[in-house]
């Protein structure tokens, strides 16, 4: 296992398939649900609660979620630095 595509409490929920919200359950479910397919726009959820801008394909909710990482890990980087 790749030690940085793993970050804990930060993982790509439903490998990047994409997500819309539900204005009637006030969350966001996945488009699967509603539209029949896996794949397409959408948004990336990760399992911390983020979301993604809208997104046209998985390979772009996943480029979203690695930068989404990568922000998290040079946040907790910079911390350090200042304690
Ligand atoms: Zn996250």
């Not at 539900?22 to 911390?48: F, I, K, P």
């Not at 801008?53 to 040079?74: D, F, G, M, V």
Request: aromatic letters at 8%; glycine letters at 8%.
């Amino acid at each position: 296992m790749a030690k940085s595509t793993r970050l804990s409490g930060h993982a790509l929920r439903s490998e990047g398939k994409p997500f819309s919200w539900s204005s009637n359950d006030q969350q966001y479910v996945r488009t699967n649900a509603l539209y029949g397919h896996e794949t397409g726009e959408g948004y990336a959820l990760c399992s911390c609660g983020e979301a993604s801008p809208w997104c046209r394909s998985n390979a772009e909710r996943k480029r979203w979620h690695a930068i989404h990482k990568r922000r998290i890990q040079e946040r907790a980087a910079s911390q350090e630095e200042e304690s």
